[in-house]
């Protein structure tokens, strides 16, 4: 479904490309290198092999076989690599580095960049694994799950425009990072602590919505405030850089322990629930991939309601990622500094204490 999307987005993306070079005569080797390709690598490889780590050990490798410990040890040689070529800034220089590391001394930005990966982490955990619950509790299509995620979905977007809007009104920014965390925590908890295939619709619908206030709080806002606290064009530029890096790291490396948790502590639960009916690990596997497993289609109801009760169980405790992340959130809104932000409305102050 999305795939139509991308290929129109490229098309208008090389039909709005310049046919000229507008920038200063330098070679296109020197432009490339100044970008530095070597930390770009690392930066691809790692969450990469992160996830291949973890997504593998467990469904395709056992935990102590050497393909699992190989990939670890792979990930582990190629993450101290990343650290050491940016840090002693090896191929690149401290101000083309791929990532600013000047700004992890500057304790201002540092939770708001913390919050925005929480935020990230949040947000695709709950996107991926509520239709999830919708598809294994009560066998809904595809369009069906789509529209009982309209709630947190619709609840998000409007609550990020809102907080757009009153943001520079009442400027001081730690506020929204509370009621983030507090909102997240609360709808999060409850839905860990609620969701099996009893649970009523319109109550996992409300803890969604919940879920959406306070992730539009803290999702999408961290650059606007920083935008603020930066004062030159360089800083802006480098903090938006650790916000998108902090945001999609956020999301990568939550999706990656969530699919572990999904495979690995599922597979135990349909083991104990259902393992002793006759069925192999590879048709408990496909269980937790897909609805048109063999599991899913017998005519015992007593399996199908115990099979069901377990992979509910296990979205469920995915939901505790969710609650760790607004807990994390509501923390970086407490430490952040108590100061009223000037977006321009008063020109003697840039800052107002």
């Known amino acids: 479904m999305n795939l139509p999307w991308v290929g129109l987005s490229l098309a208008g993306a090389i039909i709005c490309l310049p046919r000229k070079y507008l920038g200063p005569e330098i070679p296109l080797v020197s432009r490339l290198m100044?970008?530095?390709?070597?930390?770009?690598?690392?930066?691809?490889?790692?969450?990469?092999?992160?996830?291949?780590?973890?997504?593998?050990?467990?469904?395709?490798?056992?935990?102590?076989?050497?393909?699992s410990i190989a990939t670890w040890v792979v990930f582990g040689v190629v993450l101290v690599g990343w650290i050491i070529q940016q840090y002693w800034c090896i191929g690149t220089t401290s101000e083309q580095r791929a990532i600013p590391l000047h700004l992890l001394g500057r304790v201002d930005l540092l939770p708001l960049w913390i919050a925005s990966g929480c935020a990230g982490a949040s947000y695709a955990i709950t996107l991926y694994y509520t239709p999830l619950f919708f598809a294994f509790a009560r066998g809904h299509s595809a369009m069906e799950q789509t529209v009982r995620l309209l709630p947190f979905v619709l609840v998000f977007i409007a609550v990020v425009i809102l907080v757009g809007v009153s943001l520079p009104v009442f400027g001081r920014y730690n506020l929204i990072y509370i009621v983030a965390g507090i909102a997240t925590i609360t709808g999060a908890g409850a839905m860990a602590g609620t969701l099996s295939p009893l649970v009523s619709e319109?109550?996992?619908?409300?803890?969604?919505?919940?879920?959406?206030?306070?992730?539009?709080?803290?999702?999408?806002?961290?650059?606007?405030?920083?935008?603020?606290?930066?004062?030159?064009p360089r800083d802006r530029v480098d903090s938006a850089v650790m916000f998108n890096m902090a945001q999609m790291g956020g999301i990568a490396i939550a999706l990656a322990i969530a699919g572990s948790i999904f495979q690995n502590v599922g597979y135990n639960l349909l083991t104990d629930a259902i393992g002793d009916n006759g069925y192999s690990e590879k048709e408990l596997r496909e269980a937790l991939a897909g609805v048109s497993s063999a599991v899913w289609q017998t005519g015992n109801p007593e399996v199908l309601s115990r099979g069901v009760e377990a992979v509910a169980t296990v979205i469920?405790?995915?939901?505790?990622?969710?609650?760790?992340?607004?807990?994390?959130?509501?923390?970086?809104?407490?430490?952040?500094?108590?100061?009223?932000?000037?977006?321009?409305?008063?020109?003697?102050?840039d800052v107002e204490a």
């Open 34 to 67: 100044a970008i530095d390709p070597i930390g770009i690598a690392f930066n691809m490889a790692a969450p990469v092999l992160f996830a291949l780590a973890l997504e593998f050990s467990g469904p395709v490798w056992d935990w102590g076989s050497g393909a």
């Open 316 to 349: 469920g405790r995915e939901f505790y990622l969710v609650v760790a992340g607004g807990a994390i959130c509501l923390v970086c809104g407490l430490v952040m500094r108590w100061e009223r932000l000037n977006y321009g409305r008063n020109k003697s102050k």
């Open 202 to 232: 319109s109550q996992v619908l409300g803890l969604e919505a919940l879920i959406g206030v306070g992730l539009g709080c803290s999702f999408q806002h961290g650059v606007g405030v920083s935008n603020v606290i930066n004062k030159t």
